[in-house]
């Protein structure tokens, strides 16, 4: 999408070069770009079927493709999706295959990313606690690293 740097939603900074718009703050961006993705997608199903991650979400195994995605919809406007939407979206890793996958261009990462932003702050879905990620990455780390890295570094 090429963008006029006249648009008044538009920071000054955006010039006709820039791939999308410059927004003031992140809402904006993410009221905007939620917006457009709910008027674009028809729920076909494309973005399901050519993700790699399907097969690792119990609830989305012979799911509709179409009923999936209307709940990832309607996660995205604060409602409760289903078990296979939920499970989904939390499992989205963005890998981006489901973006060539998409007829109507609507990027289904990030449609899945801002549902699961919205599950998350509505409470529908768990907020992620990477506590205990984070232990498991430095215990990893040390492996590659010598002691003075691991001074340094950990």
């Not at 009923?67 to 989205?92: E, K, M, N, P, Y």
Request: with cysteine.
């Amino acid at each position: 999408m090429v963008v006029s740097a006249s648009r008044s939603d538009v920071a000054p900074s955006a010039s006709r070069n820039d791939v999308a718009p410059r927004y003031a703050n992140w809402a904006e961006l993410r009221a905007a770009e939620s917006a457009r993705m709910l008027a674009a997608c028809t729920a076909c199903g494309a973005c399901f079927e050519a993700c790699p991650m399907i097969a690792y979400v119990p609830a989305a195994q012979g799911a509709s493709p179409g009923d999936t995605v209307r709940g990832v919809l309607a996660l995205l406007q604060g409602g409760a999706g289903d078990a296979a939407s939920r499970g989904w979206v939390a499992a989205c890793t963005r890998s981006a295959v489901c973006i060539p996958a998409c007829p109507e261009a609507v990027d289904p990462m990030l449609l899945l990313r801002l549902a699961k932003f919205t599950a998350q702050e509505n409470g529908t879905i768990p907020p992620r606690d990477a506590r205990d990620a984070m232990s498991r990455a430095k215990a990893f780390a040390r492996l590659g690293f010598s002691e003075t890295e691991q001074k340094e570094w950990l």
